[in-house]
């Protein structure tokens, strides 16, 4: 047997053992009798389908793969394989989980949790080491997932945490009459559809005015646009609006509608020079307490479950996990991305006076 850094070979029966990079393009053409993934959970589904379609120029070429749940349990192929299992049993794909899935309501050192995720425990693994693991992970939802396997999704960066999220609600709905901004989120299909109000000041204060979300099992839903149209038309009898902000790129057509009606529409393309400068503004206003918030329960969750992407020129939102139909939805958090740069923008202009009182919608 000839021994390197990378590889194993057996001269006599011309049979190799290979370590290979994780690239999809690196692995087409392979010809395996076994191959062994590891960390499956967050190998990227790519890599895993040139494995997959690999299998059968042999008699028997076997693809086994070993990991443990990622940050977005309800992503990846560890999920898919999970769930095929469940759907089709071991004549299709078998199936082997050493967790503690069942008992996220037990503690994070409960000893018959950490037996039933590691079966070497009391072998070469000792309570101290799970003691040390549970104070230096970065949140508990971390440590549940390496150690005691437990699907849980959770957001490792998000784009303002949660404590400081809190810190900056007050509890209390925008008030009517209020000189506000509209933001609109818009998408068609397998996706959500948000609006959030915004009032212009220095320090504005948000609120969700309409939120439009797939249901998780219909596959035929579509964004009730006419409910997302009627919704800014009774915001603006409540409201004084001073621009209804829009991603044209989805809502171009209700725009022209609502704007022939009387309606201030104000394009805001979703580029990302723009997209970055609103970002880093609204996560400095963030973390500055430059503005408040009305506590609602589906705005909370979106801006939670948002994170960013960071380049050269700054942060940008993002999904966290990843952007199947199934990630985390965040629509609210953009919403209110564009509504916090309108408000502010539109709070450090100098209002002209007008003889000509205006006039509510």
Known sequence: MQIAKERMYIPATFSSFDCLVSEPQSLEGLDFSLCLVDEIGVTPPETVDVLMLAQGKRPTSTLVGIGTPPADPEGGVLHKWRELHRELGDEFIVWREFSADAFQHHDKLCEHC?????????DFLAMDSFVTA??????EAAYRRARLCQLIASNEHPFIDSDTWDGLSNGLAVPEGAAVVLAVDASRVNDSTAIVVGTVAARPHFDRCGLWEKPRDDDSWQVPILEVEQAIRDAAKR????????????????????ESEGLPMVAYPQSPVRQTAATNDLHSSALAGLFTHSGDADLTRHVLNATVKESDKGIRLAKHGNRSRHAPKID??????????RCTWLASQKRKPSGVASRRY
């Not at 549970?134 to 949140?139: D, E, N, Q």
């Not at 609210?332 to 740069?341: I, K, P, V, Y």
């Open 134 to 139: 549970a104070k230096t992970a970065t949140s």
């Open 114 to 122: 950490i037996r039933l995720a590691n079966p070497a425990y009391g």
């Open 332 to 341: 609210l958090a953009t919403a209110l991305m564009m509504c916090h740069s």
């Open 239 to 258: 409201y004084r609006v001073r621009e209804v902000a829009y991603d044209p790129a989805y809502f171009t057509r209700s725009a022209l509608v609502l």
